[in-house]
C-alpha cells in the first residue's frame, strides 16, 4: 500500500464532482478539496489531515464512482524509467526523452487499480483473474510481484505490448523477467529490451540472451551508458571482453575507429589480432584522442607504435609522440629517434 504514495500521480476532480463534498462526510470533503490536479498522492495525507491508508481507500472510492480524472504531468526521471526507443541497444537510443506514462494508464492510476481490485485475492485467485482481464484491469495484473500471474498474463490472448513493457519495467523477480523473455516476439522489443536493462532483476543469463546476435559495438555502448543499472553494465563489460577475442576483424576495427579507441579502456590484458593489426597499420588518422587511447593501452603492439608515430597529427604535438616513445612496447628505433626524426 505504501508503494502507491511513492508515486507522482496528481489525482484532479472529475467534471462531476464538486469542489466542496456537500453532506455529512468530512473525511471526503476534506479530501476533494485537495485534489486540484498539481497535488501529488503523497502530499494528500499532510495536506488532508487523514491517514494515509484512509487516503488510499477515499481515493479508491472516488475512482470506482468515476469523479476522478488524472492530471497530465510531467513526471521526474527515475531509475526505472530508460530513455530511448529502437530496436538496438545504441547510445543514442538510451538517451531518447522518457516515455510516456498514459500510454499505460491513459485514464486511471495502475496502481490504484490494483490496490483496490486485486491485492486482496490469494495468488490463484490473481492468476484466474490474469488469465481472463482486458483494457485496464490486465494493465493493473501486470503490478503483480508473483511469476505465476506474469506466467497468466501471457496466456491471455488479449496480451500485447503494453503489458510486456509494463511487466518489463516492473516485476521485480528473475523468474517473472525469464518468463516474459521466453516470449520472442516481446523480448526482441526496444522498448522492452530498455526497461529490463534498466530492471535490478536482470540476471546475467537473461542479459545474454538479449544480447544474443548483438555486435561489440553495442556492447560497448551498454558498458558506457548511464541508463542502465550497475550490474547490466558489468554484464555488458564481461561480454565485451568475452566476444573481442573471437570478433571477426571487420567488427573489431569498427569498434575501434567508431570509439576513437576509447573502447580499448575496457580492453586491457587482451591483444590484437595480426589481421585486425594489419588493418589499423594501413589507415591514416587525424585524431590526437584515438593516438592518445592507443599510447595508453598496454597491449598496443610495436608496429602500430611506429604507423601512429608517422601520423601528420603527431608530428604537430610532440605530446603524442612522447606518449608513444614511452610506452612499454616502443620499439628502440621510436625511443631513440627524436621527436619529427621517425621516416
Request: proline share 6%; net charge neutral.
Amino acid at each position: 500500500m505504501s508503494n502507491f504514495f511513492e508515486d507522482d500521480w496528481k489525482p484532479l476532480r472529475g467534471a462531476g464532482a464538486p469542489k466542496v463534498a456537500t453532506g455529512s462526510d468530512d473525511e471526503r470533503t476534506r479530501l476533494l478539496a485537495c485534489l486540484d490536479g498539481e497535488t501529488p498522492v503523497r502530499m494528500l495525507p499532510a495536506i488532508s489531515g487523514l491517514a494515509r491508508e484512509r487516503v488510499l481507500i477515499l481515493l479508491g472510492e472516488l475512482l470506482k464512482e468515476g469523479r476522478l480524472v488524472e492530471a497530465p504531468t510531467t513526471a521526474p526521471r527515475s531509475e526505472e524509467e530508460p530513455e530511448d526507443d529502437e530496436g538496438t541497444f545504441d547510445e543514442e537510443d538510451l538517451e531518447e526523452a522518457e516515455e510516456d506514462e498514459e500510454d499505460e494508464a491513459p485514464r486511471t492510476n495502475l496502481r490504484l487499480l490494483y490496490e483496490a481490485e486485486l491485492r486482496e485475492l490469494d495468488v490463484d485467485g490473481r492468476v484466474a483473474v490474469a488469465r481472463i482481464a482486458e483494457g485496464e484491469l490486465l494493465l493493473a495484473c501486470t503490478l503483480d510481484p508473483h511469476p505465476r500471474v506474469v506466467a497468466a498474463i501471457l496466456e491471455n490472448e488479449r496480451v500485447g505490448l503494453p503489458h510486456a513493457r509494463s511487466l518489463a519495467r516492473h516485476h521485480r523477480t528473475a523468474t517473472g523477467l525469464g518468463i516474459l523473455c521466453r516470449v520472442v516476439g516481446f523480448a526482441r522489443d526496444a522498448e522492452v529490451q530498455r526497461r529490463l536493462l534498466r530492471n535490478p532483476q536482470l540476471t546475467e543469463g537473461l542479459f545474454g540472451r538479449l544480447m544474443r546476435g548483438k555486435q561489440l559495438l553495442e556492447c560497448h555502448k551498454l558498458v558506457t551508458s548511464r541508463d542502465i543499472t550497475d550490474r547490466a553494465r558489468s554484464a555488458a563489460k564481461r561480454l565485451l571482453r568475452a566476444r573481442f577475442p573471437r570478433a571477426d576483424s571487420d567488427e573489431k576495427l569498427a569498434l575501434i575507429i567508431k570509439t576513437d579507441a576509447r573502447c580499448l579502456a575496457h580492453l586491457q590484458g587482451l591483444s590484437l589480432d595480426g589481421r585486425t593489426l594489419a588493418k589499423l597499420c594501413g589507415r591514416t588518422t587525424s585524431s590526437a584522442l584515438y593516438i592518445q587511447n592507443f599510447a595508453r593501452w598496454s597491449s598496443t603492439p610495436p608496429p602500430l607504435l611506429i604507423h601512429l608515430s608517422r601520423q601528420k597529427v603527431v608530428e604537430r604535438q610532440r605530446r603524442l609522440f612522447t606518449l608513444l616513445a614511452q610506452h612499454p612496447n616502443a620499439p628502440s628505433q621510436l625511443k631513440k629517434k627524436g621527436f619529427g626524426e621517425i621516416p
